[in-house]
T-cell receptor, first 116, second 115 residues
């Protein structure tokens, strides 16, 4: 069965500092992995995705994530935090579609706070 | 209009009311989903539809009744809800098999409060 673990429900960083949000997954099939961001009172927006091409994936707003199969990890990073990055971040995994649709498993989310 | 649109954005209802949430997608996707997002809990998948057919019902109580008349529209009919059903209800769509890499496109959600 697939599962996703996000370490740290809350992370605080100073503006300009490195952002690191952790995600570990388990999957019995080759996974697709995603990071989504949710700003207050909004839905989730896709930040980036891994779909078995390059292991280092670049997304919007200078975020990137690296797929490490040996560590079953897909951590999200950004070199320099901006105040506008304050939001909740969700890691998700899905495998081969069943019944014509993808079954997503979401992590519990990490709320990022950026300190001035 | 593009993307996934949900209405209403906010809804307050009593436990004996009947109301509906609406979702519309303009992305040409074939799969549509309802998720429930409660405070301090993971996103909960409720229902999945593929080409108008329900492919997943994640043990959702019968007081939630989904309807998918076509691949672009999805409804969630609500009746005799409980206060613990208060949450943000998110609609999403995706391309299923045969296209895309399956990422979900979400609407902005309907914030439901049950009094």
């Amino acid at each position: 069965a697939q599962s996703v673990t996000q370490l740290g429900s809350h992370v605080s960083v100073s503006e300009g500092a490195l952002v690191l949000l952790r995600c570990n997954y388990s999957s019995s099939v080759p996974p697709y992995l995603f990071w989504y961001v949710q700003y207050p009172n909004q839905g989730l927006q896709l930040l980036l995705k891994y779909t078995s091409a390059a292991t280092l994936v670049k997304g919007i707003n200078d975020f990137e994530a690296e797929f490490k199969k040996s560590e079953t990890s897909f951590h999200l990073t950004k070199p320099s935090a901006h105040m506008s990055d304050a939001a909740e971040y969700f890691c998700a995994v899905t495998g081969i579609p069943t019944s014509g649709t993808y079954k997503y498993i979401f992590g519990t989310g990490t709320r990022l706070k950026v300190l001035a | 209009e593009t993307g996934v649109t949900q209405t209403p954005r906010h809804l307050v209802m009593g436990m004996t009311n009947k109301k509906s949430l609406k979702c519309e997608q303009h992305l040409g996707h074939n799969a549509m989903y309802w998720y429930k997002q409660s405070a301090k809990k993971p996103l909960e998948l409720m229902f999945v539809y593929n080409f108008k057919e329900q492919t997943e019902n994640n043990s959702v109580p019968s007081r939630f009744s989904p309807e998918c008349p076509n691949s672009s529209h999805l409804f969630l009919h609500l009746h005799t809800l409980q206060p613990e059903d208060s949450a943000l209800y998110l609609c999403a769509s995706s391309l299923g098999m045969g296209g895309g890499t399956g990422e979900l496109f979400f609407g902005e959600g309907s914030r439901l409060t049950v009094l």
